[in-house]
């Protein structure tokens, strides 16, 4: 295993202070590291939260700010944060307005959001992410696995949350925005999780896992690394046979690279997945391409599309100020 | 070599035509894609130009838009672009102030850009860049090479020319913050040019490059991978050495992924720099951690600081919006 690390059990921590320094004028980090906050809270405004485990940042700490998440619980690499993290952050987040959890759907993460939940005596709801159509259930997960659409989530919410929509109303937003968003992605290689200093499956030198999940999950199949256009076109072809009738009109598509996959093919598969979408009727109304939503050290990436009506793309354009997603202010 | 491509000879083509849609409200391609130029030029303002191989993305396409770059010109990857494309881009850019190239110390980059100024007839100046300390002269160039650092000449002289200011001291000025910046790379693997289609050079399981290049060129030394505070240590040192008296006020600190490294160890790497820097009288007024100068999938990072007066913070701060840099508006 080669990485920039002093020592694993300190990686977080030594990671955690550095985004902090790096980004204080955004965000502070609670007692303990049990979240990271953005520094001003607004009055009167619902706290939207979020967390998992880390090693796919900039999600979820890199999206707290103005415009999107109040706070964001790192759980170690690839596994749940605690229920007493969630907890704190409510705790803390709270300014009378009750809190919103946005989950990915993981096992461990829905428990532990679940208990916090419980535990908190404010107001509460969760929504909870799966978009990802490869599988319909995963190695930590029991339905399909919530990626990187959970960003499209995060900042549509984090939008109306800014302009005080209320509790009940971000909630059945946010399940709609995560109904109407669709992913798939593919690995060229393994991510190695630095606690356990191996690769956490491996590929053949021309193999490549089609429908891999962002912890390395087994996807639909294992196959020949070919084309890009023809890998796109698979990943594509699954997301809009999933939407069906929904694959009409205004989308958000994103682009999002695991983390060892270089801009230059991000831009390709985006132009290859451009033709394909507009081919089939949806229209790219807003794009995004980079890496988001990451694995570690994974090279490879997913496609998103959120089919978007006009109040949310009115939501997306609004501002953001967060250390990974910046406009308008 | 497993790269999204659909063939070597079209990466270059497809990867632009993605990225133009992408932000075609930022960007167009000019003819044969000889350059990147921003949609709307400003009249009364001088165009700066940059370019390079490509492979290092966002650099320098995606530093295209106001306040920034006025247009981009991509090689092949890893290879100078021709000076027709510079031509071609300093004819379409130019509104009647003039031109400066802003050009990183490589032979191929340096002797096109030349060129290209001989031939056009307008007004027109160069700056070179060649912030690297690692080494003092490199496969491909004869003194320093340009790296990391050239993200923020571009940044503070984008922000300067968007305020009118004259060719001959955007010249000064860029020579100015060139002369306060410097940078020093780590490599823990090697990246695949994609027409070689196989791996730059050979490191071992435990080895890296310390001082390496942004193309994989040698740099200081082959050494163990040790803790990331200990390299970290090597870099700032040299960095600070050769800053020498200027190492002393406010700064802007980069620490630059090459493209594989995750976030998680680019933020570990800030946060050990910072340390050292501020024990040595550096105050890092500016932080910014993350993928800008690649090398496409090399993993490792480097460290740029650039002391930088009230006027250099001052441009810093003023409003850019690029595709992979934006903020103010």
Known sequence: MKKLINNVDDLLKESISGFCKAHGD?????????????????????????????????????????GMLDAACPGEVFTSPTPDQMLAAAQDSDTGSGVL????????????????????????????????????KSTYSTGRRGVAGTMIVEKILG?????????????????????????MGVALTSCTVPAAGS?????????IEMGVGIHGEPGRKRIHLESADKHVNEMVGAI?????????????????????????????????ARKLLEQNGVKLARSMVGNY???LDMAGCSITVCMANEDMLSLWDQPVHAPALRWGC
């Open 101 to 136: 959890f946005i989950v990915k759907n993981y096992e461990g993460d829905v428990m532990n959001f679940e208990m916090a939940a419980e535990l908190y005596e404010g107001e509460c709801a969760s929504v909870i992410t799966d978009d990802d159509v490869a599988v319909e």
């Open 240 to 272: 809009l046979d999933d939407l069906g009738q929904q694959a009409n009109g205004e989308a958000i598509v994103l682009v999002n690279g695991f983390g060892a996959s270089p801009l230059m093919e991000l831009y390709l598969v985006y132009n290859s």
């Open 199 to 207: 690769p956490t499956f491996e590929l053949g030198d021309d193999e």
């Open 159 to 183: 939008a109306a949350a800014e302009n005080k929509m209320d509790l009940n109303d971000l909630q059945a937003l946010g399940e709609s925005v995560n109904g109407s968003t669709r992913s």
């Open 293 to 295: 939503v990451t694995s």
């Open 26 to 66: 955004l965000v502070i980090a609670g007692a303990d590291n049990k979240f990271i906050r953005r520094c001003e809270l607004a009055d009167k405004k619902v706290a939207l939260i979020s967390g998992g485990g880390s090693g796919h940042e900039p999600l979820h700490a890199g999206f707290v700010g103005s």
